[in-house]
DNA sequence: ACTAACGTGTTAGCGACTAACATAAAGGAG
DNA sequence: CTCCTTTATGTTAGTCGCTAACACGTTAGT
């Protein structure tokens, strides 16, 4: 078996080509009125080889998956930390880690999801699985099952706070702290802003 | 003018028509394996009739609105009550007033909606509606701006709430109390139970 | 009775997506 | 080096949701 494969790196360029003319078109004249062919061809490939790299239309600007990284943080928290709590500092150090590299690429992305309804809907699905891996890592924690009502609340409105703290940061001039309006949302659930969080 | 319009009553009848079969056609044999064409066909009617009664395929589905139900209960609630409490307590009279009537349906047209991932997108651009709701009368209710940030996270917060005590009695065997599921689950954000509350 | 309004049908077309089959080029086995 | 398999891509044709243009007939008010 070859590990330098160059065709791989063929097929990423392909990849990341098809990605990048996609954005550039729903940016410039809008989701709806791009269409998957002219896409391809601005590409260079047939509309075959834009759903070979990606299932459906909305696929070409679904963000990367900060899912894992996410588990991770809630699974460090410590063990007899308050479920709101340990999902807001576990989603203060992900943002921290985030946000200085690709702050002006969510910005963006985000807001073109949040003005497209097809996009909105496909969000929406990632978010209910974000969702479960809250209430499954709480469950987790506290060593209860994963059908277990009060931690699948919990997990529900954790994510309603951060949500809305990016919507609103995304509905804004761009120039508002996403970290703070993650603080205030959870601090509406009633979790205590913890200032010495940043190390 | 006539009010005693038969058209109406024919349209109107054309429309249950078209319903009626949808809905028998998507329980028999699913709903992304059965295609307009079909229920159009079963109606006795064309495929554009189909879509003159209901502009997507998905909202032959879609159940009433009860935001305008919900938005008087809010509204009626006394002033200084804490928002979640209010929006629970609407709720709370909201499900008495629906549930007795049509407990069944809801049910089933529930885990139709659940189990079809078309379906649960629409959903959420629905509940999307709902929250905006919940937040704006919120924010009428403590005189202050309806971008108040910490409002629209608590009418997030609460909706969340109500869709997973929803879930959980749509994904049970249908004897759990709903009722009561809303209850825990609104408990699990910090509002005590009012065992005062039926009346 | 004439005419305007309205519910419906017909036809044609667009765009997302899929399946079947073809092709060309790279990698490995002998 | 040659044969054969693998793999990325292309071609073509089709399905399905959905829209637009236009025609037709029945009903409602003047």
Redesign the interface.
């Known amino acids: 078996m070859t590990r330098a494969d160059w065709r791989e790196q063929k097929k990423a360029a392909t990849r990341r080509a098809i990605q990048e003319h996609a954005l550039r078109l729903f940016l410039a004249k809008g989701y709806e009125a791009t269409t998957v062919e002219e896409i391809a061809a601005a590409a260079g490939v047939s509309h075959m080889t834009f759903f070979r790299h990606f299932p459906r239309k909305e696929a070409v600007v679904e963000s990367d998956d900060y899912d894992p990284l996410l588990a991770e943080l809630i699974a460090a928290r410590p063990a007899g930390e308050d479920p709101l709590t340990a999902i807001h500092r576990a989603v203060h150090h992900a943002l921290a880690a985030v946000l200085p590299e690709d702050r002006e690429t969510v910005l963006v992305r985000t807001r073109l999801v949040l003005g497209t309804?097809a996009l909105?809907?496909?969000q929406?699905?990632n978010q209910d699985a974000t969702r479960d891996l809250f209430a499954t890592e709480l469950a987790r924690r506290e060593g209860v099952a994963e059908?277990d009502?009060?931690?699948?609340?919990?997990a529900?409105?954790a994510?309603?706070?951060v949500?809305?703290?990016i919507t609103?940061w995304a509905d804004g001039d761009g120039t508002a702290d996403l970290v703070a309006?993650v603080d205030?949302?959870f601090?509406?659930?009633?979790v205590p802003v913890d200032h010495a969080v940043r190390r």
Chains 1, 2 share one sequence.
């Not at 009502?149 to 919990?154: D, E, I, N, W, Y």
């Open positions: 309804p909105r809907a496909r929406w699905q059908t009502l009060r931690l699948r609340v919990l529900a409105a994510l309603a706070a949500t809305t703290a609103t309006l205030e949302a601090a509406a659930l009633g």
